[in-house]
């Protein structure tokens, strides 16, 4: 397996990937890989002739006094995971690679997907991504590109540029690949102290909870949220960011819970942000 960080390099083989006629699959990550990316990885290796991986800690979608410095960071593991894969190439350029001098172009998605949720507390994150992945997109023209549920809004984010700028890429989601307590795994998860490791599935319970509150038939979603926020305080330790009830597919409030209804919620537990989700499809009318 290869591993590239020039744009030029990059280019030169997916060109001749293309010119061959092999389907290219993409797998978007800032590395510091864990089972979650390897199930993405997965996944490409099935669908896909060749697979790239590409590894970027993306300065443009930290915002101001976040962890981008401290952002974990492993080039020799996660090239030994990614070969363990069966992946084709890892694509691991540098900021100066991605955002040369000069640089100055930016991809907004509008208001509805991204002035809600995670990017009220992280101003310009959706932005940040929007572009890194578009930059991707261009770059690669991949038929298919990856993505982690985890990340739920950015999933909606991607899909949209990706529908909107005529990628032609098909947007693939897989579900979140979970610890066996139920935290969601992330990168982010070696920031935590061994009590908050402790206390940190309580996001998922909550969420859980709040699964268990729509099977047995609650619509309001006021209740809905004021049971998983009541969940979320047993934990004194934990500090919500918000909890949301949403419609999955317009991130739309929603003034009865019907139809596919994210929700979701994004956590401080220490100085560690920790965000989940779960997708609920309630039958309409019920
Ligand atoms: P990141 O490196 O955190 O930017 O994540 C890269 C990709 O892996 C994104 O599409 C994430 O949604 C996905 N991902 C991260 N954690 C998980 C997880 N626990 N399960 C599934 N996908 C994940």
């Known amino acids: 397996m290869k591993t590239v960080s020039t744009l030029k390099e990059i280019r030169a083989l997916v060109d001749r990937w293309h010119r061959n006629g092999k389907t290219v699959g993409l797998v978007p990550t800032m590395g510091a890989l864990h089972e979650g990316h390897l199930h993405l990885v997965r996944a490409a290796r099935q669908a896909c002739d060749r697979v ?24 020799k593991k996660d090239t030994r995971l990614v070969a363990a894969e069966k992946a084709d190439v890892i694509f691991a350029p540098t900021a100066e690679e991605m955002y ?30 929007a572009t890194v992945v578009m930059k991707l ?34 947007i693939v989601v897989l579900p979140t690949v979970r610890e066996a307590d139920g935290l969601a795994k992330s990168s982010r998860n070696a920031y935590l102290s061994e009590e908050e490791r402790r206390l940190a599935p309580s996001v998922y319970q909550a969420l ?78 019920s």
């Open 52 to 75: 790239v991986v590409s590894l970027f800690v993306n300065p443009t979608q930290f915002s101001a006094g976040e962890d981008f410095a401290k952002y974990p960071r492993d080039l």
């Open 100 to 129: 040369p001098a000069g640089f100055d172009t930016s991809v907004t998605v509008g208001p509805a997907l991204t002035q809600t949720m995670c990017g009220l507390s992280r101003p310009n994150h959706f932005q940040g991504v």
């Open 137 to 170: 997109l261009n770059l690669m023209r991949p038929q298919q590109a990856f993505f982690g549920q985890k990340d739920y809004q950015q999933t909606l984010v991607v899909k949209r540029i990706a529908a909107d700028l005529n990628t032609g890429c098909d």
């Open 208 to 285: 859980k909870l709040a699964d268990g509150i729509l099977q047995v038939g609650e619509r309001n979603p006021k209740e809905l949220l004021d049971a998983v926020r009541k969940r979320l305080k047993t934990e004194s330790k934990i500090e919500i960011e918000y909890v949301a009830a949403k419609n999955a597919e317009t991130l739309e409030d929603l003034l009865i819970l019907s139809g596919r209804v994210l929700v979701a919620v994004a956590v401080k537990l220490g100085s560690t942000r920790l965000i989940d989700n779960i997708v609920v499809d309630v039958p309409t009318g």
